[in-house]
């Protein structure tokens, strides 16, 4: 028939546009906690099916308006090439336990880790 099918949605609000995260486990170093939560209860209320992902869009008088999301699926079949499947969501998961789960250290002690010599063991003793 000659008819090409597309998707047109509304203009979005003149505001900053942010680009918060990608498909494979990248934040937006600052990005809204609940963005990072929402993410997870993808996850989470698909039993580990699903997961929205590369969250992007403006932010507006009560949260945010996004667009354009990718959709990590188990099925790599589904919902374009943007979907890195298990290993997609395996990174996104990590990233997200690292920025919502784990205790963050303070700059003070991560850089003392970080100049701290650190000890070697003893070269092995020659052969006699």
């Known amino acids: 028939d000659g008819v090409v099918p597309f998707s047109l949605e509304a203009a979005l609000p003149a505001s900053e546009f942010r680009r918060f995260s990608n498909n494979i486990g990248w934040w937006e170093p600052g990005a809204p906690k609940a963005l990072m939560e929402f ?17 992007q869009g403006v932010a507006v008088e009560d949260g945010w308006l996004l667009t354009d999301p990718c959709v990590l699926c188990e099925d790599v079949g589904r919902f374009g090439a ?18 919502l ?18 000890s070697c063991p003893p070269p092995p003793a020659p052969p006699a």
Not at 83 to 99: E, F, K, Q, S, T
Request: aromatic share 2%.
């Open 101 to 118: 789960d784990e205790a963050p250290v303070p700059i003070e002690e991560a850089a003392a880790r970080s100049s701290a010599p650190r």
């Open 82 to 99: 943007g979907n890195m499947g298990p290993h997609g969501m395996d990174r996104c998961l990590n990233a997200l336990r690292v920025r």
């Open 39 to 55: 993410t997870r209860f993808t996850h989470e209320a698909t039993k580990g099916h699903m997961m929205v992902v590369d969250l």
